[in-house]
């Protein structure tokens, strides 16, 4: 395998609704202060791919426009997948494992709020016989954490725990957009919304995007001091049918996490849970010690959601706990798709493999 | 530079018509029909809404491995919705749920009309609610109600 | 809908249901931009006013907000007329639903004088046989503009002699 590590990460302020920029000049900054971080121009960038869904947009090809914000004359080597960000890292680190390029950008994009983010995720669903049923990826998810509370014995009280926890770590991430010292009890008083979820155990809605650098081998550690290495990484998919799917557990998950050999501790961890209980679950499947790691300091999908980009800003504050020498061995999870129905796992080390 | 941006209303809309192939062209005509049908696998699990294929073995198993199993069963697992959205089939509060139907070895995604959260828990009977115009389609199921309720 | 014979079995009785419609709908409450915005500003006065970056860049209208080539943003105003020259245009004879305008008509891409990338727009007031390249037009504008591009209705040969391929061989 080709040694090959993340260089740079840079991200948008993740807010409600930016009522004042589209999804081009959100992108923009980020664009550039990610290319600016490590000193790269435009030329030097050997490969661009791109994640986003044109439901969220509300436009029929966004995804081409988007191209707009990074500027794609004279034409580019580009890709794009109908994904969350964390899906386009993983092309572009494919295609550096081809050799055929030493740098590659991977960004997302998503604004949530020009539709209704409910109504858009209804449209993943199976259009046979569970999107004309009505249901949305919110009742799936509290079908799943009933299943997973009385299967496995948790509590509504650790799922309260998760969102204080996530909430008073995006205190100190200023992108993070819900965020603030909670405790248990005073969220417990909260009425149900979905039960058995409350508001606090579902993730905010937010417009955003962000962006990551990978470069290969003598190219990543010219560019910087401690490359964050991707010394494993893997994703799985599951039946879309939750009836054919144990909701307790995360076996996509599991066996992504084995064959990116992200086994043994870690100094951090950053998941891609949107709800509460998602995140008891993948702390399970990935046996992860909250004593000695720390999980989602940056306050994680609960702090922030960018729909189609939330999975590779984990991927950017795990690798970039690494770059910044406070952490030696990172893990990042990024899901797709209701009750983490697609799961990819990344490990993120400050030596190379 | 404005002070805000200006916006705009937009309505995307699309009438995807879509073909069901040969199990599923079985199954809502058996939804029409007032009989709910499986997919018994080569192991001989029931799988329900059916499949395809087998997901054991990857076998084409096509309408040929399609059973009848029960309009009643077990709910597996629920979620209470208080307050339904325009997309939701019930106007009034009710619970999404995983039925597993007697006979199947899978449960089926819908909805249930309990009245309130109370009367809903994980184990209790529930039968099938039909539609009262039934078209073959998924929703020939009104929804599901607890059993002996009418 | 109803029919046996895409199912593939012998067995399957005469009415199986082999297809389903699902109709999709959403809404969407679109942000504009800042640059769109800008733009779409100045239209109420009957003012095209394009962008570029810097000094030197090339000119777009409508602006998106950034220059598309090198992904900086478009911070300069640049002041253009309601002129310009067809570059290329088709013919449309085929009705689709909730079409405007009659067929045949013409749907040109019109370079503004000034700016760097051509526009689409409509041309009427012309027989459709004599419209060409470098054909010179201008804006018809609604009585009361808004600030949306529907402000101008079409635009129509202004009269002037045709403009030298050389003036926007560039730009086809």
Do not use: F, M
């Given at each position: 395998m080709r040694d090959v590590a993340v260089v740079a990460f840079a991200q948008a302020p993740n807010v409600r609704r930016d009522s004042d920029r589209n999804e081009v000049e959100i992108l923009m900054p980020v664009l550039h202060e990610v290319r600016e971080k490590v000193g790269l121009e435009r030329d030097d960038i050997d490969f661009v791919v791109h994640g986003s869904t044109d439901f969220q947009a509300g436009m029929p090809f966004s995804f081409v426009g988007a191209l707009d914000a990074y500027g794609a004359w004279p034409p580019i080597n580009e890709s794009h997948v109908e994904m969350d960000g964390a899906w386009a890292l993983y092309e572009a680190w494919v295609k550096l494992q081809t050799g055929e390029i030493d740098t590659a950008l991977a960004f997302a994009y998503g604004k949530g709020s020009p539709g209704d983010l409910v109504d858009v995720l209804r449209l993943q669903l199976d259009p046979y016989l569970v999107f004309p049923l009505g249901i949305d990826p919110i009742g799936m998810a509290a079908i799943q954490c009933r299943a997973y509370l009385e299967g496995v014995g948790r509590t509504e009280a650790d799922m309260a725990s998760v969102a204080v926890r996530d909430r008073r770590n995006g205190m100190t991430n200023p992108c993070a957009q819900v965020t603030g010292e909670f405790t248990v009890e005073g969220l417990l008083a909260e009425p149900m919304f979905v039960s058995p979820l409350r508001r606090h155990d579902c993730p905010p809605i937010s417009d955003g995007a962000c962006a990551v650098i990978l470069a290969a081998g003598d190219r990543a550690r010219d560019l910087v001091e401690h490359p964050a290495w991707v010394v494993g990484i893997d994703h799985r998919i599951e039946a879309p049918g939750l009836g054919m799917r144990d909701l307790t557990v995360s076996e996509s998950t599991r066996i992504a996490a084995e064959k990116a050999n992200a086994s043994g501790t870690f100094d951090v961890a950053e998941l891609h849970a949107p709800f509460t209980h998602q995140s008891l679950i993948l702390e399970d499947t990935l046996g992860i010690d909250a004593a000695v790691t720390q999980v989602n300091p940056s306050g994680g999908a609960l702090a922030a959601n960018p729909f189609m980009v939330a999975g590779l800003t984990r991927i950017g504050e795990a690798a970039q706990r690494v770059l910044d020498g406070a952490a030696g061995r990172a893990l990042a999870h990024a899901t797709s798709g209701p009750c983490l129905q697609q799961n990819l796992v990344c490990v993120l080390e400050a030596r190379e493999g | 530079m404005t002070e805000h941006s200006l916006t705009a209303s937009h309505v995307v809309e699309y009438d995807y018509t879509r073909s069901l192939g040969p199990v599923l062209s079985h199954f809502v005509t058996g939804l029409r029909d007032r009989v709910v049908r499986g997919t018994r696998t080569k192991s001989g699990r029931v799988i329900v809404p059916p499949l395809e294929f087998d997901p054991d073995t990857y076998e084409d198993l096509g309408a040929d491995a399609l059973v009848d199993v029960g309009e009643a069963g077990v709910v597996t697992s629920w979620a209470w919705v208080h307050e339904p959205r325009p997309?939701?089939?019930?106007?009034?509060p009710f619970a999404w749920v995983l039925v597993q139907l007697d006979g199947a070895d899978t449960p089926l995604l819908h909805a249930l009309d309990a009245g309130g959260e109370d009367a809903v828990s994980t184990g209790m009977r529930v039968q099938v609610r039909w539609?009262?115009?039934?078209?073959?389609?998924?929703?020939?199921?009104a929804c599901f109600e607890p059993e002996g309720a009418s | 809908m109803s029919g046996a014979t895409d199912t593939g079995d012998t067995d399957a009785p005469a009415d199986l249901v082999t297809g389903i419609v699902v109709p999709i709908h959403v809404e969407y409450e679109y942000t504009a931009g800042e640059a769109a915005s800008r733009f779409l500003s100045h239209i109420p006065e009957r003012r095209l006013v394009g962008q570029r970056h810097g000094d030197h860049g090339l000119v777009y209208v409508?602006?998106?907000?950034?220059?598309?080539?090198?992904?900086?943003?478009?911070d300069q105003d640049v002041e253009l007329t309601d002129q310009g020259t067809v570059t290329t245009f088709c013919i449309v004879n085929v009705p689709f639903a909730g079409q405007a305008v009659e067929c045949p008509y013409v749907c040109a891409q019109i370079l503004l004088d000034g700016a760097d990338i051509t526009f689409q727009a409509l041309i009427q007031e012309a027989e459709v046989s004599q419209i060409h390249p470098g054909m010179r037009v201008e804006a018809v504008w609604v009585d009361d503009p808004e600030p949306t591009l529907e402000s101008i209705r079409y635009f129509r040969p202004s009269g002037e002699p045709d403009a030298t391929p050389e003036s926007y061989k560039d730009h086809m």
């Open positions: - | 997309s939701h089939p019930l106007d009034q539609a009262q115009d039934r078209v073959g389609g998924i929703r020939d199921i | 409508p602006p998106r907000g950034s220059d598309p080539a090198n992904g900086e943003p478009t």
